[in-house]
């Protein structure tokens, strides 16, 4: 098997050496909105989870409502 070669070397960010992604992060804690898909997409998917049940509540006692009205 062989073995993997390793590159060491310097990376450059002109975001990073610009303050970009400090100023971003920094303005999505204090409005308390992610400004990155992934974390619009994390933060839709924990407020639908907890609506879920919820929902599933709303609907069997909506069920059982229809069920006696007949």
């Known amino acids: ?10 990376s450059f960010s002109w975001r990073r050496a610009t303050g970009l992604s400090a ?3 920094s303005l999505s804690r204090r409005i ?3 400004l990155t898909r992934a974390g619009r997409r ?3 998917a924990r407020a639908m ?3 879920v049940p919820i929902a599933l509540l709303l609907a069997g ?8 009205l007949r």
């Not at 098997?1 to 310097?10: C, E, F, H, I, N």
């Not at 006692?61 to 006696?68: D, F, K, Q, R, S």
């Open 42 to 44: 994390r933060k839709a």
């Open 61 to 68: 006692g909506y069920g059982a409502v229809v069920i006696l």
């Open 1 to 10: 098997m062989p073995r993997r070669v390793r590159r060491y070397g310097l």
């Open 23 to 25: 100023a971003k992060s």
């Open 49 to 51: 989870g907890c609506c």
């Open 32 to 34: 308390g909105y992610p």
